[in-house]
Structures are given as structure tokens and as C-alpha cells.
T-cell receptor
Framework: DVKVTQSSRYLVKRTGEKVFLECVQDMDHENMFWYRQDPGLGLRLIYF???????EKGDIPEGYSVSREKKERFSLILESASTNQTSMYLCASSLGGRGVYEQYFGPGTRLTVT | QQPVQSPQAVILREGEDAVINCSSSKALYSVHWYRQKHGEAPVFLMILLKGGEQKGHEKISASFNEKKQQSSLYLTASQLSYSGTYFC???????????FGAGTRLAVHP
């Protein structure tokens, strides 16, 4: 059974803290994604990675960075958390290569920044 | 550019039908549909690759009209388990990524 796991389901941080969200997939997928989900806005792509150490900005990368040192792990970093980064964060993975494939999502991390 | 979904929300009684639309101002080469139940991760339903092709998942089917740059999701004889938010996603040419619509919330009541 395919799996994408995220390090925390709920997280509360203070403004200005550095925050790490971890995502691990066990499907040997090349592509990994970080989305942010807010009511009425759908799923917005923050960053994605198509290979180890490779990354591409998504639609809303400001205030975020990512790290992919191993194929199975993709980390989202909030360098200095702000209240407007309070949101649900979803990680996903998919096969790579030409074409766009089915994405498998993790359960999400609900981050609250106070 | 984010695809536009309509309606934003639908309320149904069990057994009723619904249609959810997804349209884009740009040329579409494929459309992906996902469903997210409350408190859960989004789950893939289907990909539509060809113009006019229909696909199915349970009693959920979809069509894709390239000329109209639109896809429609048809939920027939809805069940309580169909409740959730439905998202369409459209690929960005040259990239292995999707742009998702804002979602359509579907609530099915007994």
C-alpha cells in the first residue's frame, strides 16, 4: 500500500520561529510537491522537486524554502514563521518523466502560527 | 492560471445527481480529478486525456471537451460516501505539475 507520511498532523509555532515540515514517501517516486490549502483557494503549489537536490518554485514560494537530500524525503522550511502562514500543508508525490501522473497525498499538517 | 470550478458548493439528498464543471482560459491537454473527504488527504479519481473521452470511477464519470476547454464530473445516484471537496487539476505544459481549481464542496444528506 502506497504511503506518504508527514511528520506532524498539528503544529503550533510562534511568529519568527523556524519551522520544518517533513514528508516521506515509500513509492520511489521522482516527483514530490508541497501544497498549501486554504478555504476557498484550493490547493496552491509552494515548491516541487523532480529529483534529489532539484527544486522548482511553485505559485506561492515566498517565505518558504525546501530541501531534498534523499529521494524519499522532501522538507518544507519556513525560515521565519508569520501568522499569514497559518494553514494546512499537504505533501504529495508522483512518478516522474514525461507527462503528469497521479499524485499521492499525505494526511497534511495543520500549522498554526501565533 | 487556476482553472475555474462551478458550482462552489452543492447539497444533495442520497440518490440525486450532480454535475461539477471545470473550465480553463488556456488550452487543456488533460484534466485530473481528485476528491478530499473531510479531514482526509485528497485522493485521485481519474485522468482524462482525450477530447470527449469519458471515464468512470464507481458511479462517478467525467467528460473532457478540448474545444470548450472544459471538463465535467458527473455524480450519479449520489451516496453519503460521495461527500467531500472535489478538485480538478490541469497540467502546466513542460512541467510535471498541476494547477488545481478552488474546489467544489459536495454534501450528500440522507
Amino acid at each position: 500500500d502506497v504511503k506518504v507520511t508527514q511528520s506532524s498532523r498539528y503544529l503550533v509555532k510562534r511568529t519568527g520561529e523556524k519551522v520544518f515540515l517533513e514528508c516521506v514517501q515509500d513509492m520511489d517516486h521522482e516527483n514530490m510537491f508541497w501544497y498549501r490549502q486554504d478555504p476557498g483557494l484550493g490547493l496552491r503549489l509552494i515548491y516541487f522537486s523532480y529529483d534529489v537536490k532539484m527544486k522548482e518554485k511553485g505559485d506561492i514560494p515566498e517565505g518558504y524554502s525546501v530541501s531534498r537530500e534523499k529521494k524519499e524525503r522532501f522538507s518544507l522550511i519556513l525560515e521565519s514563521a508569520s501568522t499569514n502562514q497559518t494553514s494546512m500543508y499537504l505533501c504529495a508525490s508522483s512518478l516522474g518523466g514525461r507527462g503528469v501522473y497521479e499524485q499521492y497525498f499525505g494526511p497534511g499538517t495543520r500549522l498554526t502560527v501565533t | 492560471q487556476q482553472p475555474v470550478q462551478s458550482p462552489q458548493a452543492v447539497i444533495l439528498r442520497e440518490g440525486e445527481d450532480a454535475v461539477i464543471n471545470c473550465s480553463s482560459s488556456k488550452a487543456l491537454y488533460s484534466v485530473h480529478w481528485y476528491r478530499q473527504k473531510h479531514g482526509e488527504a485528497p485522493v485521485f479519481l481519474m485522468i482524462l486525456l482525450k477530447g470527449g473521452e469519458q471515464k468512470g470511477h464507481e458511479k462517478i464519470s467525467a467528460s473532457f471537451n478540448e474545444k470548450k476547454q472544459q471538463s465535467s464530473l458527473y455524480l450519479t445516484a449520489s451516496q453519503l460516501s460521495y461527500s467531500g471537496t472535489y478538485f480538478c487539476g490541469t497540467p502546466v505544459p513542460g512541467y510535471n505539475k498541476l494547477i488545481f481549481g478552488a474546489g467544489t464542496r459536495l454534501a450528500v444528506h440522507p
